[in-house]
């Protein structure tokens, strides 16, 4: 597994760039080694990311919800994906 940060901006990348699917299992696979040691926010909030833009929620376990201020757009809904 490559450094996880390295590895999270990748997934941020292909998210930006609609590789939705591809991007969910690079997080995927980093949420399953990083999180026996601590949890990374990071990855969890990026899958999210990616599943809420393929509007696939069900089945996560969404651990928060909470309205994010966003400039020029309003407010936004974030969803931690666990």
Same mark, same amino acid.
């Given at each position: 597994m490559p450094d996880p940060s390295a590895a999270i901006g990748?997934?941020?990348t292909?998210?930006? /760039?609609g590789k939705l699917?591809?991007?969910?299992?690079?997080?995927?696979?980093?949420? %399953?080694?990083t999180d026996k040691k601590a949890?990374?926010?990071g990855a969890h909030? /990026?899958?999210g990311t990616a599943r809420a833009l393929?509007?696939?929620l069900q089945g996560t %376990?969404?651990?928060?919800?909470?309205?994010v201020p966003?400039?020029?757009l309003g407010m936004h809904t974030l969803f931690l994906a666990a």
């Open positions: 990748l997934a941020v292909q998210i930006n /760039a699917d591809e991007a969910d299992k690079l997080l995927t696979s980093i949420i %399953d080694d949890p990374n926010l909030v /990026a899958r393929r509007r696939e %376990d969404a651990c928060c919800v909470m309205p966003c400039t020029n």
